[in-house]
């Protein structure tokens, strides 16, 4: 069974950083690509950041410049480094990944954790 931990958040002042680790564990085979969607209170879910097997890299236009996601792939882990945080970052934030394993290819999430950008 793939599992997806994360790690990292908390609460920071405006222009703080903080940064999110999301790990994966189980059968795996190969992790096709890993990110972070956020959802805030009364809102919908969005994508933050994703990085693929290739290391191609994507962000929401309200991130770029601020929010740069990595990974290593001998640790099958994700991180989220954020930089010049914003009240309007304050969300729960889950890890994702598209996961080839034992049981076949899915998409899988951690458990949210959440982040808040208050003074």
């Known amino acids: 069974q793939v599992q997806l931990v994360e790690s990292g958040g908390g609460l920071v002042q405006p222009g703080g950083s903080l940064r999110l680790s999301c790990a994966a564990s189980?059968?795996?085979?190969?992790?096709?690509?890993m990110g972070w969607y956020r959802q805030a209170p009364g809102k919908q879910r969005e994508l933050v950041a994703g990085?693929?097997?290739?290391?191609?890299?994507n962000y929401a236009d309200s991130v770029k410049g601020r929010l740069t996601i990595s990974r290593d792939y001998t640790k099958n882990t994700a991180y989220l480094q954020m930089n010049s945080l914003k009240p309007e970052d304050t969300s729960v934030y889950y890890c994702?990944?598209?996961?080839?394993?034992?049981?076949?290819?899915?998409?899988?999430w951690g458990q949210g954790t959440q982040v808040t950008v208050s003074s």
């Open positions: 990085i693929t097997s290739g290391g191609s890299t």
């Open positions: 994702y990944a598209i996961v080839r394993s034992a049981e076949g290819t899915g998409n899988y």
């Open positions: 189980g059968s795996i085979f190969s992790i096709n690509a």
